[in-house]
């Protein structure tokens, strides 16, 4: 009866240590650890190699619990909790679909347990980091999501979350020599404004414009460079050209403001191959005697085109870079 109270005691301390603010900053560390080794490019290291051989029967441990299988596969053999016994580790993950990881405990039958990835998490990997076990989620380029920790009891806990903010300057990797690219890296040049435009915009019926929409804001431009003023509006739709994005495009409209032309400019405006989040982003510059079109992407990526000739051309690009933080 004594053992017993002394080890209801000794597991009501443990709780305690586990919930003290020193447990709390150890896993405050932990994540600051985590987003230096990403932002300086040595994240990769911490990732735990996953097996080359044996992909059939990663297979066909997932076909016999029914588990849905993506393009992409990766297992690991691991002794996740230290007693000796390497566990199994599967991960799943495709276009447009969220990442899966499954975990087996080593010598086990029981079914595999789920950790299941947001919309936004690209891959999940399998990391070691102060002698133990996580999972590492993370997006396009690098971007940190979230860290999962394995539990005794078969689960997975979150340890840490992360966003990103813009590095303070992009490289400029197309135009270096060009004036107009040192220009605009430096905040000069004339932008144009878009005032609103509240009449109703009619768009061709073409596959070219499905999942359209027009917003409502048009500015004046010679956007082709031909000598001849056009009203210009922004489109937001998915292109379904092969990127997996919503952006935003130009379009030139009719003097009276309410049609898409069905025409050679707007066709190739529309293979612009910046993905646009917001409109915002997407804008017009005048610099010398043209004018360009200036479409910023996530994490200060930036490109800028020029159209003339019947040619969209790309004249800048600026690469940005994201700077990962934790938020807990």
């Known amino acids: 009866m004594l053992a017993l109270g002394f080890f209801n005691a000794l597991i009501a301390i443990l709780l305690l240590l586990a919930m003290s603010p020193l447990a709390q900053a150890k896993e405050s560390d932990l994540c600051s650890a985590i987003a230096k080794l990403s932002n300086t490019g040595k994240l990769e290291r911490r990732f735990v190699k996953a097996r080359s051989s044996d992909m059939e029967g990663a297979y066909k441990l997932l076909r016999r619990q029914d588990i849905d299988i993506y393009p992409d596969i990766r297992f690991w053999h691991a002794d996740i909790d230290g007693y000796g016994i390497a566990d199994t580790i599967v991960e799943t993950h495709g276009q447009q679909v969220s990442a899966r990881l499954y975990w087996r405990k080593g010598g086990s039958n029981s079914p595999m347990v789920e950790l299941e990835g ?28 979230k860290v999962w920790s394995f539990e005794k009891d078969m689960s997975f806990v979150e340890v840490c979350s992360f966003q990103q903010k813009p590095a303070p300057k992009a490289a400029l990797t197309i135009g270096a020599s060009l004036p107009l690219c040192k220009a605009i890296q430096n905040g000069e040049g004339l932008y144009s404004v878009f ?7 009619n768009l061709p019926d073409k596959d070219i414009y499905w999942a359209k929409r027009a917003l409502p804001r048009m500015a004046i431009a010679d956007i082709d460079n031909d000598g001849h003023a056009d009203h210009v509006i922004r489109l937001n739709f998915f292109p379904g050209n092969g990127r997996q994005c919503d952006s935003v495009f130009f379009s030139v409209i009719n003097a009276e403001g309410q049609t898409v032309l069905d025409n050679r400019v707007n066709q190739t405006l529309l293979m612009m191959d910046a993905c646009v989040p917001s ?11 043209a004018v360009y079109i200036d479409a910023q992407g996530w994490i200060g990526d930036r490109d800028v085109y020029h159209l003339k000739n019947g040619k969209l051309e790309k004249d800048c690009r600026f690469l940005g870079k994201h700077i990962n933080e934790p938020v807990r």
Do not use: C, K
Request: net charge negative; charged share 25%; glycine share 6%.
């Open 195 to 201: 005032s609103e435009h509240p009449s109703p915009i």
């Open 279 to 289: 409109p915002d982003q997407l804008r017009i510059l005048a610099y010398g005697d």
């Open 118 to 145: 947001e919309d936004n998490e690209v891959m999940l990997s399998l990391a070691r980091f102060r002698g133990q076990y996580y999972v590492v989620g993370y997006a396009w380029r690098d971007a940190l999501t």
